[in-house]
C-alpha cells in the first residue's frame, strides 16, 4: 500500500480530535492522547516540519491511500524510523485547543518549525 502526503497534516492531526469529540469517543479526554508537532529529517537530510497524532503506543497519520485521504494508525516506533523526528513538542487536547485559539491556526505554533512548514518539504511519507 502506497501512502501519498496530504501536505495538510496539522490540520489533519487536530481535525482527529475533533472528530473522536464528535462521535462521542470519551477516550478523548482521558489524557493520553497527544497532538505532535515536529521537526523531522527527510532521507536527503532536509529537514521539514510535521505533525500528528498519539496515544500510548500508538501513532495516527494521515496519508492519501488509493485516492482517499484518511487517518491510519501504527506503531509508534516505526512512525519515528519512517520520518525520523529530530524534535517534537507534544500537546494535550486540552492544550490543543488553547494553542489553536490562542493562533487561529492548526499550526506549527512553534515559529522555529514554520520555517520548516512549505509544502515542498513535506512531501516524504
Known sequence: MTLHPTHTCFDDALDFFDMLAKQGN??????????????CEAPDGQYYAHAWVERDDIAIGSAIIHGHRCHYETDRRDYYRRFRPVE????????????????????????RYRDFASSERRTWI
Open 26 to 39: 470519551a477516550t478523548i479526554y482521558d489524557g493520553r492522547w497527544r497532538l505532535v508537532h515536529a521537526l
Open 88 to 111: 517534537m513538542n507534544r500537546y494535550t487536547v486540552r492544550e490543543a485547543v488553547i494553542m489553536n485559539a490562542r493562533h487561529n491556526n492548526f499550526g506549527p505554533w512553534e515559529s
